[in-house]
T-cell receptor, first 114, second 115 residues
Framework: AQKITQTQPGMFVQEKEAVTLDCTYD???????LFWYKQPSSGEMIFLIY????DEQNATEGRYSLNFQKARKSANLVISASQLGDSAMYFC???????????WGAGTKLIIKP | DAGVIQSPRHEVTEMGQEVTLRCKPI?????LFWYRQTMMRGLELLIY????????DSGMPEDRFSAKMPNASFSTLKIQPSEPRDSAVYFC?????????????FGSGTRLTVV
């Protein structure tokens, strides 16, 4: 079965430092998409960034970038210049086939310290 | 665009009662998904619809759960009878179905507590 692994259940990071959240995945698919979502304490799920398996460049969205290493099957999220508001759960997900169904990792709880 | 709208935000009910959760997807989105989130099991896909038709309900835990999508702008998830182990946050999400650069859009969720 396909699986998404987020090895860091929790992380503490000093404000303004860069953060890397790890995500690895199993797949035999040739075409797939990788997603990161943020879930703050208020509970909503917020889409952050997407990477297609055939995209040659790493995706970026503002302070978020995705370090995509296809051969290693990893899709780490990098947050530059962390802010207190970045404290949240972060979920990595992979879309299979047409991406209509996502497989989710267990999440990483990120706490930014002032 | 109002986003995906779920109601109620919170529901507390007694074991054995019927619970109905509601969802209004984003207009024009062809796909609708129901997820359940618990601490123990994380995010679980319960069922998803394409153009109002259920495509995969293999995640529905048991016959007590049912979902309908009578039209493109409304879906319900019903639990009858409810049990304490159904306590969770239930999310509805929708997707346009063409290109997934933006992923799913989630609703704010319904926090269900069955006592």
């Amino acid at each position: 079965a396909q699986k998404i692994t987020q090895t860091q259940p929790g992380m503490f990071v000093q404000e303004k430092e860069a953060v890397t959240l790890d995500c690895t995945y199993d797949t035999s698919d040739q075409s797939y998409g990788l997603f990161w979502y943020k879930q703050p304490s208020s509970g909503e799920m917020i889409f952050l960034i997407y990477q297609g398996s055939y995209d040659e460049q790493n995706a970026t969205e503002g302070r978020y970038s995705l370090n995509f290493q296809k051969a290693r099957k990893s899709a780490n999220l990098v947050i530059s210049a962390s802010q207190l508001g970045d404290s949240a759960m972060y979920f990595c997900a992979k879309g299979t086939g047409s991406n209509y169904q996502l497989i989710w990792g267990a999440g990483t709880k990120l706490i930014i310290k002032p | 665009d109002a986003g995906v709208i779920q109601s109620p935000r919170h529901e507390v009910t007694e074991m054995g009662q019927e619970v109905t959760l509601r969802c209004k997807p984003i207009s024009g989105h062809d796909y609708l998904f129901w997820y359940r989130q618990t601490m123990m099991r994380g995010l679980e896909l319960l069922i998803y619809f394409n153009n109002n038709v259920p495509i995969d309900d293999s995640g529905m835990p048991e016959d007590r759960f049912s979902a309908k999508m009578p039209n493109a702008s409304f879906s319900t998830l019903k639990i009858q009878p409810s049990e304490p182990r159904d306590s969770a946050v239930y999310f509805c999400a929708s997707s346009p179905g063409t290109g997934f650069i933006r992923g799913y859009t989630f609703g704010s969720g319904t926090r269900l507590t069955v006592v």
